[in-house]
């Protein structure tokens, strides 16, 4: 399957089918930590099982020295109902199950949790969570909810990671990178127990209006700033530059020119636009929308990937659209 999903992945979506169709659809929001989780299939669990190289059959053995030997202070990651070993991890790792993963968005959430989407990926290498908070903000006169992710891994390839996502509605843009100084993101080391760091990540993840309102100051402030589409391509040259003829084949610079040429497009007639066409606002969000959602792919797993990253292009977009 594509974006990651493979046979053995699950996962379901509220209301609003994902764009690459798979999972399943909900008509409401599970009521309950155990529905959230019968309904993304993440009911499995994973443990640690010790790890041994086989030495065969080699003429010259020491057969003194067991065939099959363990290898001291390392683990495999198994999940437990498909037998597939998910990573390596040392002694100290600690499985985060997906039902404390579930926990934790509870406890951090509270009465006023709404789980969106939630399920895993590459085998169940990665899991995530995501809810949403009731309420929400205008900005540029769309309409941007408070998301809360929760990511996991199981293959000992990052820690815990809990960060607060605004998205924007119109065209599913996330834009956790949109306060350059917000603190949204809360890691949780698989050495440490999860459900002890709520209070922590609560006060770290600055769940509170408070910060959603600064959001709302700070796209309200690049909605009522005209923005040319000449504006637009200067910032698309710093973002995209053609380079020389020494540096740069015809094909690249063929493919560049595409790249900016669809976002252009993308902000002088696309949904990008919401409901206030011309400014940086939509400026910023065309340019959201095509590496996040048209960008050609080099792998299936890339799209989910790049909605989640809060990475430097992103930023160094937003910073030459407000200065332009």
């Known amino acids: ?51 041994a190289i086989d030495r065969g059959d080699m003429p010259d053995a020491d057969w003194s020295i067991p065939r099959c030997e363990e290898i001291p202070g390392y683990y495999a990651t198994v999940r437990q109902d498909t037998r597939e070993v998910l990573g390596i991890v040392g002694e100290r790792y600690r499985i985060v199950q997906n039902h404390e993963a579930f926990a934790f968005i509870d406890q951090l959430l509270g ?4 789980f969106e989407t939630a399920g895993s990926l590459h085998g169940g290498r990665r899991v995530w969570v995501l809810a949403t908070l009731p309420e929400h903000v205008e900005v540029g006169g769309d309409p941007v909810r408070p998301y809360v992710l929760l990511m996991n891994s199981h293959d000992g390839s990052t820690a815990v990671i809990a960060a607060t996502t605004p998205v924007r509605v119109v065209c599913q843009n996330t834009l956790n990178w949109g306060l350059r100084k917000a603190r949204q993101k809360f890691s949780i080391r698989h050495t440490e127990a999860v459900t002890q760091r709520v209070h922590e990540a609560r006060r770290v993840l600055d769940l509170s209006i408070n910060y959603y309102e600064q959001f709302k100051r700070f796209g309200d402030e690049l909605a009522s700033e005209h923005c040319t589409e000449r504006q637009l391509r200067a910032v698309l040259d710093e973002l995209y530059p053609n380079g020389t003829s020494d540096s740069m084949s015809g094909r690249a610079r063929s493919s560049r020119q595409q790249t900016k040429d669809r976002i252009a ?4 007639r696309g949904e990008t636009q919401g409901n206030a066409p011309g400014p940086k606002w939509a400026a910023v969000n065309a340019i959201v929308e095509y590496g996040d959602w048209i960008r050609p792919l080099r792998s299936g ?14 930023t160094r977009a937003l910073e030459l659209v407000a200065a332009a």
Do not use: C, Y
């Not at 009465?111 to 709404?114: A, G, H, W």
């Not at 990937?305 to 809060?310: F, G, M, T």
């Open 111 to 114: 009465s006023s949790i709404n």
């Open 301 to 314: 797993g890339q799209r989910f990937a790049r909605v989640l990253d809060d990475g430097a292009e992103k």
């Open 265 to 268: 497009e993308l902000f002088l």
């Open 1 to 51: 399957m594509s974006a990651g999903l493979t046979d053995s992945d699950s996962m379901f979506s509220v209301r609003v089918t994902p764009w690459h169709g798979l999972g399943a659809v909900l008509d409401r929001p599970p009521a309950t930590v155990g529905e959230a989780i019968e309904a993304s299939g993440l009911g499995w669990t994973v443990a640690k099982e010790p790890i």
